[in-house]
């Protein structure tokens, strides 16, 4: 018999995770993924079981989980290992900002919190608005986000998103809604034509060289270039599609926009490289 609410879950990425503790549920996870740093405490109090494209199913299942929860096409064979070992699975694919307040209300719902979850998300939404709000007195730079190096991939939805509301115009804000990472892959004279004033990048997890994106020929044309202003974003702060994102990530973005900003970094994680979402 399915239990409800489940009460022991499984976590395959980072942002059920850090949604999970902020509604008081942490004690439901028994496992998660080995990039989940949100909140730090759970690196010590949860046994990591997968990585984001590859999962330990012996070790999940001697888990005994109730659900596991997954994210994107990319962990579709996971997902369909553990359906067939016959594992309860609620794949989430949220793809923008919408996506992600719907995951947190659905996730809520899921564990008997949603009045907790419809509080948590409204308080972003009310955030969001916020921070709109006081970025559009500000100019609004052209800003191209960079999300992995080689092949160049620029950002996915929410991060475009995320630029818009924290003052800027994403130069590539066409490509942010394409189904996959191949669709947002763009060529160096693309970047130079669109003459971004700042470059952010968050290169999956890899730490950023600011000094190779600078080298890169042809781009000391580029003003963000010329201007210095090339800041690193972690990608735990950016790259996952969760509250992280929607608070320090959009703060990280907004920081890096302010008028007369010089290069920066947020404070360093340790992460390992993972694929393009």
């Known amino acids: 018999m399915r239990r409800f609410p489940p009460d022991r879950i499984v976590c395959l990425t980072e942002e059920t995770v850090e949604t999970l503790y902020l509604l008081g549920e942490a004690d439901r996870i028994v496992g998660v993924s080995g990039y989940a740093v949100r909140p730090p405490q759970v690196r010590r109090d949860k046994p990591r079981v997968s990585a984001f494209t590859s999962a330990d199913i012996p070790k999940i299942l001697a888990l005994k989980p109730d659900l596991v929860l997954t994210f994107s096409d990319l962990q579709a064979e996971i997902a369909e290992a553990l359906i067939r070992a016959g594992v309860m699975v609620t794949a989430y694919n949220q793809r923008d900002v919408a996506g992600i307040l719907a995951m947190i209300r659905h996730l809520g719902a899921t564990v008997g919190q949603a009045a907790r979850a419809e509080t948590l998300a409204a308080g972003y939404e009310r955030r969001l608005d916020a921070v709109a709000e006081a970025s559009a007195r500000d100019p609004r730079a052209r800003v191209y986000f960079e999300e992995w190096d080689d092949p160049m ?6 991060v475009s998103e995320l630029i818009a509301i ?7 804000a066409d490509r942010a809604r ?5 669709g947002r892959i763009v060529a160096s004279a693309d970047v130079i034509a669109a003459a971004p004033e700042v470059i952010l990048a968050s290169w999956c997890g890899k730490k950023v060289r600011p000094e190779r994106i600078a080298a890169r020929p042809g781009w000391s044309a580029i003003p963000a270039v010329a201007a210095g202003r090339i800041t690193e974003i972690k990608s735990p702060l950016i790259l996952q599609p969760g509250p992280a994102a929607l608070t320090d990530g959009l703060d990280a973005i907004r920081a890096a926009l302010a008028p007369g900003q010089v290069p920066g970094h947020v404070p360093h994680q340790t992460h390992v490289p993972e694929p393009p979402r």
């Open 153 to 158: 991939i620029c950002g996915i939805h929410w």
């Open 166 to 172: 924290a003052g800027g115009r994403d130069v590539f």
């Open 178 to 182: 394409a189904p996959d990472a191949q």
